[in-house]
């Protein structure tokens, strides 16, 4: 296995406009999280599934922010409008059974101007 | 989930061992113990996980006192390459309710 996927690995944009940032599973996998990482806050988990069903957002800093996961091998995190200080790097990663064992994707790095 | 508290950052020499204690004084009775490496521009990577005991892996040993309110991630020998930042994670290993929270974690730098 290819490991977890994450696309794009660079993207900038302007304030205002919409980030959709994908991620792949490693296959077989039945939970998926979105964390988001910066030098203030460290690494925050933003949300998690399991079987493509959102279990905690809590994490989702607000309504700008939306994750979908429309099947297994398939995750989106989504910024609306997108803001300069939604500038991190954002993590996918994908575990089996919810263990604490976790694969990490390499990353989508977001610079917002 | 059991706050965990480590130390921000760590020297070491080549070729040393090198010990990094994560404190979990609310650890539950099915918290396990979970440590992860990340390098710069990468995501983090799992090294190793317990629950009591002793656990050793080809990358580190695990450390953990019978009370589970703290344990030890032990590298030995490192090399330039293990400079790197850990992470403790104290979380449940169950179906519906697991979830990873990462710490400030230890930064571990190795010098010649």
């Known amino acids: 296995d290819a490991g977890v996927i994450q696309s794009p690995r660079h993207e900038v944009t302007e304030m205002g406009q919409e980030v959709t940032l994908r991620c792949k599973p490693i296959s077989g996998h039945d939970y998926l999280f979105w964390y988001r990482q910066t030098m203030m806050r460290g690494l925050e988990l933003l949300i998690y599934f399991n079987n493509n069903v959102p279990i905690d957002d809590s994490g989702m800093p607000e309504d700008r922010f939306s994750a979908k996961m429309p099947n297994a091998s398939f995750s989106t995190l989504k910024i609306q409008p997108s803001e300069p200080r939604d500038s991190a790097v954002y993590f996918c990663?994908?575990?089996?059974?919810?263990?604490?064992?976790?694969?990490f994707g390499q990353g989508t790095r977001l610079t917002v101007v | 989930l059991a706050k965990t508290t480590q130390p921000i950052s760590m020297d070491s020499y080549e070729g040393q061992e090198v010990n990094i204690t994560c404190s979990h004084n609310?650890?539950?009775?099915?918290?396990?113990i979970t440590w992860y490496q990340q390098f710069p521009s990468q995501g983090p990577r799992f090294i190793i996980q317990g629950y009591k005991t002793k656990v050793t892996n080809e990358v580190a040993s695990l450390f953990i006192p019978a009370d589970r309110k703290s344990s030890t991630l032990s590298l030995p020998r490192v090399s330039l390459s293990d400079t790197a930042v850990y992470y403790c994670?104290?979380?449940?290993?169950?179906?519906?309710?697991?979830?990873?929270?990462f710490g400030t974690g230890t930064r571990l730098q190795v010098t010649l």
């Open positions: 609310n650890i539950a009775t099915n918290d396990y």
């Open positions: 994670l104290v979380g449940a290993y169950t179906g519906t309710a697991s979830k990873l929270t």
């Open positions: 990663a994908s575990s089996q059974r919810g263990g604490t064992e976790a694969f």
